[in-house]
């Protein structure tokens, strides 16, 4: 329901980064135009899906928010016509849709953990071209190649590489000043449920 509630009703599949994209990457000069600039200091937060009952990490994805917002969302489920995607980065992130990807993936069995990080300029923009050009990430990869990524930005050196999401949200909360928020849902539908709820918003 809070899905319909938030007026964008996104075709969002949850959990994972298992899912094979075989959806075509958007044309650069339509990423150009999608692009979303957010005022305020620069950030980077990074998104854990926890499974509420084993307390396991189920997808990463990193939002860098620098001279444009983006959430680099590798081997991601998340899909909607209307976002623009290119090599696994979700362009035109304005607060709505932030709010539509994380209500996308948060249902009973899944919560998104969200730890927000200052950063400097430089680090922000570091963080977008290493994201924007990383390309399509396999399945199964996305904590590793976010920590991969975060690895390759000043003040962010000592990250530990790993496959596991929830180890990954474990280095990130030892970081100073990480503010962190928990995003909880009670739906009980599946994917298909999902992926009806946004088509039936649109038609009305």
């Not at 964008?8 to 044309?27: I, T, W």
């Not at 209307?82 to 980065?89: P, T």
């Not at 930005?153 to 909360?173: A, R, W």
């Amino acid at each position: 329901m809070k899905r319909l509630l938030i007026g964008l009703a996104a075709v969002g599949f949850v959990a994972g980064c298992g899912a094979a994209d075989n959806s075509p990457d958007s044309a650069p000069e339509v990423v150009a135009a999608a692009a979303f600039r957010a005022p305020g200091p620069k950030s980077l937060t990074v998104f854990t899906m926890v499974n509420n009952r084993s307390g396991s990490g189920g997808h990463t994805a990193l939002m860098v928010k620098g001279s444009q917002t983006v959430i680099f969302d590798p081997a991601g489920s998340f899909r909607d016509p209307r976002v623009v995607e290119r090599g696994d980065v979700l362009y035109g992130m304005s607060p709505n849709w932030v709010q539509t990807y994380r209500s996308a993936h948060a249902r009973s069995t899944y919560h998104v953990v969200s730890q927000e990080i200052p950063v400097t300029d430089e680090q922000a923009e570091r963080a977008l071209q290493l994201v924007t050009s990383n390309g399509a990430v396999p399945a199964a990869y996305c904590a590793n190649a976010t920590t991969a990524i975060l690895r390759q930005i000043n003040g962010f050196n000592d990250i530990e590489q790993t496959f596991y999401p929830v180890k990954f949200m474990d280095q990130i909360s030892a970081l100073p000043g990480v503010k962190t928020t928990k995003y909880y849902e009670n739906d009980d539908g599946d994917v298909i449920d999902a992926v009806r709820a946004g088509q039936l918003a649109l038609s009305q």
